[in-house]
């Protein structure tokens, strides 16, 4: 089915840049609010779960009637739940994508279920956000290399192996001023690869 571009003013520049990089199969946008990265996903041949817990913004998504989009409502900070469990299962996504959105319960079953060789892109406001605005409850910013300490702790808990891309944690001008903090990392790195992760990744590390 074609499908209008989506404009790229409206998509994370983060996302964008490193959206090539996921392998075939099915996307879950997090969080996905009007589905702007859902519709771009899609726009790339990929199949996309939309999940939020708005529905009148999943029923936009739907009423732009596009087969490769599904969505799903889900309130995703009310615990453990048949919904949750349905959703995050261990090795399904090719990638998970989720800006301006954090729930830190929400971490090892993320990871969880990127499959082997799939790919996390999370992007959201960091610590010392207050100065620009909100969010400035320190429950939804970041602490400094809080994304590369969450892989970190992954890897040594599961087993699993991460190898970071890319990483950024400072500041950033647009489409605001704020404080964000984005990773980009492939699961199923070869053994060894996840140790000095975040070493490499640190010089990635805006002022």
């Not at 009423?63 to 009310?78: F, K, M, N, V």
């Not at 699961?187 to 990635?204: N, Q, V």
Request: charge should be negative; aromatic fraction near 6%; include cysteine.
């Amino acid at each position: 089915m074609l499908i209008n571009a989506v404009p790229l003013n409206l998509v994370s520049p983060w996302v964008s840049r490193f959206g090539g990089l996921i392998p075939a199969g099915t996307v879950l946008d997090l969080a996905c609010g009007n589905g702007r990265h859902a519709l771009w996903l899609a726009q790339r041949g990929l199949q996309v779960l939309a999940v939020d817990r708005n529905p009148e913004l999943l029923a936009e998504i739907d009423a732009a009637g596009i087969s490769d989009i599904a969505t799903r409502q889900i309130e995703l900070e009310a615990g453990p739940s048949d919904a949750l469990a349905a959703l995050f299962q261990s090795r399904r996504f090719s990638a998970v994508v989720v800006t301006n959105y954090l729930h830190r319960p929400l971490f090892p079953a993320i990871l969880e279920s990127v499959a082997e060789q799939g790919v996390l892109l999370y992007e959201t406001f960091a610590a010392g956000n207050a100065q620009f605005g909100k969010p400035s409850n320190p429950d939804f910013l970041l602490q400094p290399g809080e994304l590369l300490d969450l892989l970190a702790a992954d890897t040594a808990n599961t087993g699993s192996n991460w190898r970071v891309v890319a990483f950024e944690d400072g500041y950033v001008e647009g489409p605001k001023p704020a404080m964000v903090q984005r990773i980009c990392a492939i699961k199923g790195a070869t053994k060894g690869s996840a140790k000095g992760a975040a070493s490499a990744a640190s010089s990635l590390r805006t002022a």
